[in-house]
């Protein structure tokens, strides 16, 4: 029986190839899951730490997910609303808002607002301001893949279809900080709070993926052990 299923091995080497590559491929990938999710782990892990600091000044050596304070004005003239933004299954925008503070700016993430009865219908997210001290927390979005040419709608407020500081500002012709400042619960001018997660995709869903690539191996191995004992 043995010698019966290597030589059936041998005389569907095709099958056999694809078989073992594809059953390899699917563990490997399953693997690199495991090692994505226990890197998020470590940096979550980092994050919960750093939230529990008090806030500092902000400054250009504020690190990713600190809490920082800044005294400036925002322009509410000059506002961005990110699309597509899901909240309890709704459909909104969040909004950024310009913010400046010695000769420095910042957008300023106050929060999500649900979408208009038509996607031509923009929320009223106008608001005036003087002078203020705001405190929240850094954040540095992860990259997107962007698709087409029309990024950003063409009146204010901009419709921007990224949530990225470093390609939103071209709207402004101005530099701003590579990082947005998500306003705390409690802040003035924030609209409905969502509670600050530092990555799109958490540990949790990292270890079932995993499961899945090891998963789809045993099913794939199993498959090819069928085939051949069939053979035989």
């Not at 899901?86 to 420095?104: A, L, R, S």
């Not at 649900?114 to 954040?139: A, N, Y």
């Not at 969502?194 to 690539?213: E, M, N, R, S």
């Amino acid at each position: 029986m043995k010698f019966l299923t290597i030589k059936l091995i041998k005389n569907n080497k095709a099958l056999s190839l694809f078989s073992v590559f594809f059953t390899l491929l699917f563990i490997s990938l399953g693997f690199w899951q495991i090692e994505r999710a226990e890197s998020k782990a470590l940096k979550m892990k980092a994050f919960n730490e750093m939230q529990k600091n008090p806030p500092l000044p902000l400054n250009d050596l504020s690190a990713a997910w600190s809490r920082v304070f800044v005294e400036g004005f925002y322009d509410s003239s000059r506002q961005v609303l990110i699309d597509n933004q899901i909240n309890d299954g709704q459909v909104g925008y969040k909004i950024y808002t310009p913010f400046y503070f010695d000769e420095k700016a910042i957008f300023v993430d106050r929060g999500w607002i649900p979408q208009g009865k038509t996607r031509g219908e923009l929320p009223d997210i106008d608001f005036q301001s003087e002078r203020l001290r705001i405190v929240g927390s850094l954040l540095k979005p992860e990259k997107e893949v962007l698709a087409g040419d029309d990024i950003f709608s063409k009146e204010w407020p901009i419709v921007s279809q990224t949530k990225l500081p470093t390609i939103v500002e071209a709207v402004f012709n101005e530099d701003f900080f590579d990082m947005v400042l998500i306003l705390e619960p409690g802040s003035s001018f924030l609209e409905e709070y969502i509670p600050l997660q530092p990555f799109v995709i958490t540990p949790t869903k990292h270890y079932g993926y995993a499961l899945q690539w090891f998963t789809m191996s045993i099913v794939l191995f199993s498959m090819f052990i069928y085939a051949i004992n069939k053979e035989s």
